[in-house]
Nanobody, 121 residues
Framework: QVQLIESGGGLVQAGGSLRLSCAASGRSLSRYVMGWFRQAPGKEREFVGALWTDTTRYGDSVKGRFTISRDNAKNTVYLQMNNLNPEDTAVYYC????????????????WGQGTQVTVSS
C-alpha cells in the first residue's frame, strides 16, 4: 500500500500561485496514476487532474493554469497552481490508483488527508 501526505496549502491573493506537494511512502509513486481532486464546502469532490507515466489530464476549470509533475527521486507529486481565483478555494487532495487515468474519485483507492487552499479576492 501507499501512504500519501499533502502539503503546501495556504492563503493567497487572486492572481497568485501555489505549489502543492504529495509525498508518498510505502511504494513508489511511479507505479500509480496520481490524481488531484478538490472539494469546496457544500460541493462534490472535483477532478483537478492526473498523471500517469508521461500523460496528464486536467479538469476544464483548471486547464492551462494548473500543472502536475512528479519527482521520482523524492517520490513526490506536485500540483503547480497559477493565476488562482476565489473559485479555486477548496481542500485539495492527492489520490492514487493503478493502470489508467479516470476522473471519478470513487475509482481511487488511496488518499491523502487534504490541504486547504484559500484564494482571496
Amino acid at each position: 500500500q501507499v501512504q500519501l501526505i499533502e502539503s503546501g496549502g495556504g492563503l493567497v491573493q487572486a492572481g497568485g500561485s501555489l505549489r502543492l506537494s504529495c509525498a508518498a511512502s510505502g511504494r513508489s509513486l511511479s507505479r500509480y496514476v496520481m490524481g488531484w481532486f478538490r472539494q469546496a464546502p457544500g460541493k462534490e469532490r472535483e477532478f483537478v487532474g492526473a498523471l500517469w507515466t508521461d500523460t496528464t489530464r486536467y479538469g476544464d476549470s483548471v486547464k492551462g493554469r494548473f500543472t502536475i509533475s512528479r519527482d521520482n527521486a523524492k517520490n513526490t507529486v506536485y500540483l503547480q497552481m497559477n493565476n488562482l481565483n476565489p473559485e479555486d478555494t477548496a481542500v485539495y487532495y492527492c489520490a492514487a490508483r493503478e493502470y489508467t487515468i479516470v476522473k471519478d474519485a470513487n475509482e481511487y483507492g488511496y488518499w491523502g488527508q487534504g490541504t486547504q487552499v484559500t484564494v482571496s479576492s
